[in-house]
């Protein structure tokens, strides 16, 4: 079954190697399509594509990605737990947000890279990813830090990594939103989550 999923995931990767879904194709250097566990329960999903990760071909592997993985690694997630992507998989020029119609563009090939994963846990970095999954009005500084049940899926929205470096005094809600989200993780393995979650359809 792990081998099946891995198997779609590389299929889906190398169709993407030839995409012209959206201009943003023809400026990147690297598809940047994911990295981390195929079978993970908790499925982390950024904006898109940095300089470093444009260069390198890999997700979050810039500063943000760094801090990010020091988060991870903090509330105790190992890398069997997770798999990182973005909503788009190509860099935006000169780190702009992707646009309305690049994010319409990339989202089913998101879809179906989540689908192969299976995850049982969404975290929506940022607002740009909060946004493209929940709805476009979404505000993060609010909205961040509650869980919602979407489908399948439970979605968490905190703060993008790169907000932190901007902004330390963030890294106090995300702290505490991924002490939630390693709670939540333990007590579905645990198989005693009681769900909550607001109630997205
Ligand atoms: S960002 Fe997504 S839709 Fe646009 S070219 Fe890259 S893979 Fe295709």
Not at 5 to 29: D, F, I, S, Y
Not at 170 to 190: G, H, S
Request: glycine share 10%; proline share 7%.
């Amino acid at each position: 079954m792990i081998i099946h999923r891995k198997q779609h995931l590389v299929a889906l990767e190398e169709q993407l190697q030839g995409c012209g879904e959206c201009p943003l194709g023809k400026t990147r250097n690297k598809l940047v399509f994911g990295r981390g566990s195929e079978e993970a329960d908790i499925v982390f999903i950024g904006e898109g594509p940095g300089e470093q990760e444009d260069l390198q071909g890999s997700p979050f592997v810039g500063r943000a990605g760094q801090l990010l993985d020091k988060i991870i690694a903090a509330a105790g997630l190992t890398e069997e737990d997770y798999y990182i992507c973005n909503i788009v998989k190509c860099r935006p020029p000169g780190n702009r947000v992707p646009a309305p119609a690049e994010v319409q563009a990339c989202l089913p090939f998101l879809r179906q890279q989540v689908a192969y994963v299976r995850p049982k846990i969404m975290v929506l970095l940022g607002a740009s990813a909060a946004k493209a999954i929940i709805d476009p009005n979404f505000g993060i500084t609010r909205g961040r830090g509650k869980w919602i049940q979407m489908g399948n899926f439970l979605v968490m929205p905190t703060f993008h990594p790169a907000a932190l470096l901007r902004d330390p005094q963030k890294k106090i809600p995300v702290w505490d939103d991924f002490q939630e989200i390693k709670r939540v993780y333990d007590e579905m393995k645990a198989g005693t989550y009681e769900n909550n979650a607001d109630n997205e359809e």
